[in-house]
T-cell receptor, first 110, second 116 residues
C-alpha cells in the first residue's frame, strides 16, 4: 500500500525567505506526483504536476522536483509572501487513484 | 463555468439519520471522486466513478453508498450516520489522463458534516 509522508507538518517563516517542503512515498511505481494548495475552509487547487518521466516542473516562484527512484519530491517556494500561507499537499498517482500526504501547514508572516 | 459544486456546505446529523451529499460538475468530466478529510489523516478516497452508471470502492468505503446516474452528478449517501463519519467531504472530477496530458483533478469547496 502506498504511503505518502510530508515533512515538516508545519512551518512558519518571515516574508521573503526561500523554503523547501518535502514529500516522500513508499512505492516508486507511480504515474505522476502533484502538489496542491489548500486554503482554510476551501478545496484543493493543483499547483504543479510532475510526470514520472520528468525531474522537475516550474510555475512562477514554485519549483517541484521528483526523484522517483528514491521516492522523494520537494516543493521549493522562492521569496515567500504572506499570500503563500496555506496547507500544501503532495499526492502520488498509482494505477487508478491518488494517495495524499497529510500536508504541510505554511505560515508566512509579514 | 461553476466548476465543481457541492451541496450542502454544512450539515448536522444525529446518529442513525441518513443524508445525501450532492456533487455536480459542469466540465463534462468522465471521472468523479469522493474523499473525506480528517485532522491528522489527510484526504482518503471513499468511492469513485469512471463514467456514468459506474462506481468503485476506494480506501474507506464502509458506511457510504454512491450513485452516478448522470454524468455531471455524483451522489454520496450515508444510510445510518455515525459520529465517526464527522468529517469534511470533498468531491473532485477529472478527464481520463493520457500519455500526453496527465489527469488533473478539480476539487469542490467541501461539505462539513457533524454527526452527534
Amino acid at each position: 500500500k502506498q504511503e505518502v509522508t510530508q515533512i515538516p507538518a508545519a512551518l512558519s517563516v518571515p516574508e521573503g525567505e526561500n523554503l523547501v517542503l518535502n514529500c516522500s512515498f513508499t512505492d516508486s511505481a507511480i504515474y505522476n506526483l502533484q502538489w496542491f494548495r489548500q486554503d482554510p475552509g476551501k478545496g484543493l487547487t493543483s499547483l504543479l504536476l510532475i510526470q514520472s518521466s520528468q525531474r522537475e516542473q516550474t510555475s512562477g516562484r514554485l519549483n517541484a522536483s521528483l526523484d522517483k527512484s528514491s521516492g522523494r519530491s520537494t516543493l521549493y517556494i522562492a521569496a515567500s509572501q504572506p499570500g503563500d500561507s496555506a496547507t500544501y499537499l503532495c499526492a502520488v498517482r498509482g494505477y487508478s487513484t491518488l494517495t495524499f500526504g497529510k500536508g504541510t501547514m505554511l505560515l508566512v508572516s509579514p | 463555468n461553476a466548476g465543481v459544486t457541492q451541496t450542502p456546505k454544512f450539515r448536522v446529523l444525529k446518529t442513525g439519520q441518513s443524508m445525501t451529499l450532492l456533487c455536480a460538475q459542469d466540465m463534462n468530466h468522465e471521472y468523479m471522486y469522493w474523499y473525506r478529510q480528517d485532522p491528522g489523516m489527510g484526504l482518503r478516497l471513499i468511492h469513485y466513478s469512471v463514467g456514468e452508471g459506474t462506481t468503485a470502492k476506494g480506501e474507506v468505503p464502509d458506511g457510504y453508498n454512491v450513485s452516478r446516474l448522470k454524468k455531471q452528478n455524483f451522489l454520496l449517501g450515508l444510510e445510518s450516520a455515525a459520529p465517526s463519519q464527522t468529517s469534511v467531504y470533498f468531491c473532485a472530477s477529472s478527464y481520463p489522463g493520457t500519455s500526453l496530458i496527465p489527469e488533473t483533478q478539480y476539487f469542490g469547496p467541501g461539505t462539513r458534516l457533524l454527526v452527534l
